[in-house]
C-alpha cells in the first residue's frame, strides 16, 4: 500500500572488480523508503549478490537519518560489514543522500 508520507530514492556507485554481483550488475544500487518529514531510512535494500548481504545492509541501515547526514551511516558500514563491496556501499549511500536532498 502506498504511504504519501514516505519517498523511495536509490544511489548507484560502480562495482570492484572481482565482486560476485559484478556478474550481473555493473554498478551496485541501495534503495530506500525514506519518511518525507524525518528523512529517517524505514526499508533498505541493495544490489549485492546474496540475499544475507542484501538483508544485513537493510537492517543496518534501517533508522539513520538523511536530515542529518550519511557519515554515522557510513562509519555503520566501514565497522560491520567486512566485504569487498565497503567502499562502494558508503559511495552508493552517498549518491543515494544527494538525491534526497535534491528532492527537498
Given amino acids: 500500500m502506498y504511504n504519501s ?3 523511495f530514492i536509490a544511489g548507484h556507485a560502480r562495482l570492484p572488480q572481482g ?6 550488475f555493473e554498478t551496485l ?8 518529514k524525518y528523512g529517517v ?8 549478490a546474496t540475499e544475507q ?3 544485513f545492509i537493510g537492517e543496518l541501515l534501517r533508522g539513520f537519518s538523511l536530515n542529518e547526514g550519511t557519515a554515522e ?19 552508493a549511500l552517498k549518491d543515494l543522500e544527494q538525491h534526497y536532498l535534491q528532492q527537498k
Fill in 29 to 36: 544500487s541501495i534503495t530506500a523508503e525514506v519518511d518525507i
Fill in 73 to 91: 551511516a557510513s562509519e555503520c558500514i566501514q565497522n560491520h560489514y567486512r566485504g569487498k563491496a565497503s567502499k562502494t556501499l558508503v559511495a
Fill in 53 to 55: 548481504g542484501r538483508n
Fill in 5 to 7: 508520507k514516505t519517498i
Fill in 19 to 24: 565482486m560476485a554481483a559484478k556478474s550481473m
Fill in 41 to 48: 531510512i524505514l526499508k533498505a535494500s541493495c544490489t549485492l
